[in-house]
């Protein structure tokens, strides 16, 4: 009967943990889209700042209770000032300073990143068929991120902006590894919410000691309480998540967040997708339902 219960309960974390990373995956496409129409008024340091802030702030409400306990005090301070601050404000510059198709192609390298650091350093792995699935996820990606567009792809253009872009998806990959050992000692929830509250702190300080400009209309004020609960909802999934999945598992599925950042695009901005992103979407989705067919969890004795 324990054998029984035990298998039961793996197997639901299982199922939970896909289901918070698609959730997770709903919010984080929504990130750019919402930032883009903040960008128009006010600089990445700002936004990136009041965004953080505000969403360890709204996770402050939640089991408000919970404190962090002092073990996990190292963890928090990388997770924030890696994950929270200086990787976001990383992309955030290198998008200003490279081609669209560059941007796209190196921002997967957070896929690449942590799965090579999961795999040698924390000896995660796959069966051979779940890296078939994974590889078919990885193509759909690529397609969607470049429409196949390669001619244009100029690594050489945008060097600096290229640099930063490719810096900031090894920070991620690095925190996306640590996460999954700190869920293994402390609390979702806390390192949640105490992670954006210490990298928007830094980068708001930041804001304001350079004297930085706040020019928010009511309009920009309700676009980022918006992108501050997509914030939210994306770090709380993804954490929770990770915890289920490992960091190879998670990543993979956490891809259809371009999927969901092209609709959010096509919708809100109006910008064009093409027939081979579509399709390129479809390979990501199908993929996905594979890797989740052919999940074995651990079962816990």
């Known amino acids: ?33 919402l930032t883009k129409l903040l960008l128009v008024s006010n600089g990445p340091v700002v936004i990136n700042g009041l965004t953080y802030s505000l969403s360890g702030l709204l996770l402050l409400f939640y089991r408000p209770k919970l404190r962090p306990a002092r073990q996990s005090l190292p963890y928090l301070l990388f997770l924030g000032l890696v994950g929270a601050a200086i990787s976001p404000l990383m992309y955030t510059y290198g998008l ?41 996820i990885v193509a759909g990606l690529l397609t ?21 872009i490719l810096g900031s998806t090894v920070g991620w990959a690095i925190e996306n590894n640590l996460i ?11 390192l949640s919410k105490f ?9 708001l300080a930041l804001a304001f000691v350079a004297g930085y400009s706040f020019d928010f209309s009511p309009y920009d004020v309700a676009v980022l309480l918006l992108l501050a609960l997509a914030v939210t909802g994306a770090t709380l999934l993804f ?24 609709f959010f695009a096509l919708v809100f901005l109006g910008e064009q997708i093409t027939p081979v992103q579509i399709a390129g979407g ?18 816990v004795p």
Request: hydrophobic content about 45%.
């Open 144 to 164: 969607v991120s470049t429409n196949l567009d390669i001619g244009h792809v100029s690594f050489l253009q945008g060097l600096l902006g290229n640099a930063l």
């Open 195 to 203: 992670r954006n509250l210490i990298g928007g702190a830094v980068v």
């Open 180 to 190: 999954v050992l700190a869920t293994k000692k402390f609390e979702v929830t806390t």
């Open 96 to 136: 200003s300073q490279t081609t669209a198709v560059n941007a796209a192609l190196l921002a997967n390298g957070e896929v690449l990143f942590t799965t090579l650091i999961a795999f040698s350093v924390f000896g995660e792995r796959l069966e051979r068929s779940q890296g078939m699935r994974g590889l078919l």
């Open 239 to 262: 954490i929770s998540a990770l915890k289920r999945l490992g960091a190879i598992r998670m990543l993979l599925v956490w891809s259809t967040s371009t999927v969901f950042g092209a």
């Open 1 to 33: 009967m324990d054998d029984v219960a035990g298998k039961g309960t793996s197997r639901k974390e299982t199922s939970r943990g896909y289901l918070y990373a698609l959730g997770g995956a709903v919010c984080g496409g929504s990130v750019t889209t």
């Open 282 to 299: 479809a390979m990501i989705l199908t993929g996905v339902v594979l890797f989740r067919r052919g999940e074995k969890p651990m079962f």
